[in-house]
Structure formats: structure tokens, C-alpha cells
């Protein structure tokens, strides 16, 4: 079955550090990736899209990779900010989106 | 625009008894969508519907139907509650784009 691998343990950073979460998957081929924040209490809220065919989306301080042969994608905030801190949603899809069960990110002052 | 909103925002019922949540959205989306969150797991889809009329079952649809008879809201049902029910609910929509909205959940707890 299709399988989300997102880490599990918090990351925690210094503010104005370069932050990396990262996602797994296995056992299909998605054909776009999306990114979403969560807050507590809230729910999640879209951040980015990419595509199979792209390898880099950015906006602003956040950047994704999409490594299809590694079955990866890579999420980074440069410059944190203690306001980044979240939990952060994977979500791969081909028919429907399948989401990951996310990494909680706290940037420290 | 209100987006997405989903009543009520928390519940307790007692095993067996039945509730309805209400989710409605004012932006017109064809797509839209029930998820539930639980901890240590992804969002999981119970059901969807791509327009007005229509549902279809998601990842985890046993114990709850839904249905769709306007455009602007989802309803879903539990008929007899279970524990194992206990969860955060999310409704969601989307137009043609992919981006997915979400409301801000409703908190059940089945005892």
C-alpha cells in the first residue's frame, strides 16, 4: 500500500536557521506534491505545489525539492523565524492526495 | 468569504448515539472532502464528492456516510458511534485547482 514517511521527532532550530523537513514515500508514483502548515487547533493550510516534472519550487523563504527516482521531497525555510513554528504536512498524489502524518517544527529565539 | 466553516466545533456523544457534522463552503468549490486526523497519522479521507449529488468513499469510510444535496455543504453522519470514532474531523474543498482548504475542525469524543 502507499506509504507517507515523514519524521516523527520534532525539529528543533535556532531562528535564522536554514530548516529541512523531509518526505518519503513508497509504492506509488506521484504525479505532484503538496505542502501544508498546521497550526495547533487549526486546520491545514497550503503552502506549495510541485510537480513531477520540476525538480525546485520556491516562494519567498520556503523552497521544495522533488526527487522522483529517490521517491523524496525536501522542504526548507530559510532565515526561521520563531512564527515558522507548525507542524508541516506532506501530501503526494496521483488520483487523490495522501498525507503524511507531518513534523512539528519549533524555532527557538 | 467565511472559506470553509464546520459545525459544531466539539462534541461528546456516548456509544451508539448518532450526530451529523455539518461542513459548508462559500466558494463555490465542485470538490469536497472528510478527513479525519489522529494522532501519529496523516489525514485520512472517509469520504468525498465531486459535485453537487455525488459522494464516494475515501481511505476509511466504515461507520459514517455523507451526503451532498447542495453544492455548498457536506454533510457527515455517524449512526452509532464507536470509540474507535473519536477523532478530529476536517471538511475540505477545492475548485479545479488542487490546493485544498480546509476548515477548522470539529473535536469528537465517543465514550
Known amino acids: 500500500s502507499q506509504k507517507i514517511e515523514q519524521n516523527s521527532e520534532a525539529l528543533n532550530i535556532q531562528e535564522g536557521k536554514t530548516a529541512t523537513l523531509t518526505c518519503n514515500y513508497t509504492?506509488?508514483?506521484?504525479?505532484?506534491l503538496q505542502w501544508y502548515r498546521q497550526d495547533p487547533g487549526r486546520g491545514p493550510v497550503f503552502l506549495l505545489l510541485?510537480?513531477?516534472?520540476?525538480k525546485e519550487k520556491r516562494k519567498e523563504r520556503l523552497k521544495v525539492t522533488f526527487d522522483t527516482t529517490l521517491k523524496q521531497s525536501l522542504f526548507h525555510i530559510t532565515a526561521s523565524q520563531p512564527a515558522d513554528s507548525a507542524t508541516y504536512l506532506c501530501?503526494?498524489?496521483?488520483?487523490?492526495?495522501?498525507f503524511g502524518a507531518g513534523t512539528r517544527l519549533a524555532v527557538h529565539p | 468569504n467565511a472559506g470553509v466553516t464546520q459545525t459544531p466545533k466539539f462534541r461528546v456523544l456516548k456509544t451508539g448515539q448518532s450526530m451529523t457534522l455539518l461542513c459548508a463552503q462559500d466558494?463555490?468549490?465542485?470538490?469536497m472532502y472528510w478527513y479525519r486526523q489522529d494522532p501519529g497519522m496523516g489525514l485520512r479521507l472517509i469520504h468525498y464528492s465531486v459535485g453537487e449529488g455525488t459522494t464516494a468513499k475515501g481511505e476509511v469510510p466504515d461507520g459514517y456516510n455523507v451526503s451532498r444535496l447542495k453544492k455548498q455543504n457536506f454533510l457527515l453522519g455517524l449512526e452509532s458511534a464507536a470509540p474507535s470514532q473519536t477523532s478530529v474531523y476536517f471538511c475540505a474543498s477545492r475548485a479545479g485547482a488542487i490546493e485544498q482548504f480546509f476548515g477548522p475542525g470539529t473535536r469528537l469524543t465517543v465514550l
Open positions: 466558494m463555490n468549490h465542485e470538490y
Open positions: 509504492n506509488y508514483s506521484p504525479a505532484y
Open positions: 501530501a503526494p498524489a496521483y488520483n487523490k492526495l495522501i
Open positions: 510541485i510537480r513531477e516534472n520540476e
